[in-house]
């Protein structure tokens, strides 16, 4: 028998942070949302195994890993379709920062899905070289290499944005 009271309240208590982790990885909220759905299906399916272990939110972000690749997998999602284009740009500009975090999420969007997802698994979810390789099942080199490359490709993108000062 399932202990649902224990999986209501641990996931519960993070949902919020999940979905914004799928959101980091995935650029878009609807897809992210779906992701943490497809993720808290699987962890409410084998939540007696999961809720033993030692870092149960390695299994999450796992799933939502997993769950953002296949989801780039299907070919629907190469394609977007607008039903109506409009006609003029907003004329008010957006709170302070808010520009800055878009532009940075438009660019962190624009990443190979690895790459993407060893930055945020490194910056945003705080794990170590050995955590994030672990999550990806690849070598501590490669989540090293992966950063480098992403963190570089980053950097210059940022550089003509002027979000980042031009180095001297």
Same mark, same amino acid.
């Given at each position: 028998?399932?202990?649902?009271?224990?999986?209501?309240?641990?996931? @519960?208590?993070?949902?919020?942070?999940? #979905? %914004? *982790?799928?959101?980091?990885?995935?650029?878009?909220?609807?897809?992210?949302?779906?992701?943490?759905?497809?993720?808290?299906?699987?962890?409410? #399916?084998?939540?007696?195994?999961?809720? %033993?272990?030692?870092?149960?939110?390695?299994?999450?972000?796992?799933?939502?890993?997993?769950?953002?690749?296949?989801?780039?997998? %299907?070919?629907?999602?190469?394609?977007?379709?607008?039903?109506?284009?409009?006609?003029?740009?907003?004329? *008010?500009?957006?709170?302070?920062?808010?520009?800055?975090?878009?532009?940075?999420?438009?660019?962190?969007?624009?990443?190979?899905?690895? #790459?993407?997802?060893?930055?945020?698994?490194?910056?945003?979810?705080?794990?170590?070289?050995?955590?994030?390789?672990?999550?990806?099942?690849?070598?501590?080199?490669?989540?090293?290499?992966? *950063?480098?490359?992403?963190?570089?490709?980053?950097?210059?993108?940022?550089? @003509?944005?002027?979000?980042?000062?031009?180095?001297?």
């Amino acid at each position: 028998m399932k202990d649902v009271d224990g999986f209501r309240e641990y996931a @519960g208590s993070r949902l919020e942070g999940w #979905r %914004r *982790t799928a959101y980091l990885l995935s650029g878009d909220w609807h897809l992210a949302d779906d992701m943490v759905s497809s993720a808290l299906t699987g962890l409410y #399916r084998h939540w007696d195994r999961v809720s %033993r272990m030692d870092n149960p939110d390695a299994y999450i972000r796992t799933c939502l890993l997993r769950a953002m690749l296949n989801e780039r997998r %299907r070919p629907w999602r190469r394609e977007r379709s607008f039903d109506v284009l409009p006609d003029r740009a907003a004329t *008010t500009p957006p709170p302070d920062g808010v520009a800055d975090r878009e532009a940075v999420v438009a660019l962190l969007a624009e990443l190979p899905a690895r #790459r993407r997802a060893v930055l945020v698994l490194r910056y945003f979810c705080d794990l170590s070289v050995e955590q994030t390789a672990a999550e990806l099942g690849c070598s501590a080199g490669t989540v090293k290499s992966q *950063t480098s490359r992403a963190l570089e490709a980053l950097r210059a993108r940022l550089q @003509g944005t002027g979000l980042v000062a031009e180095e001297a």
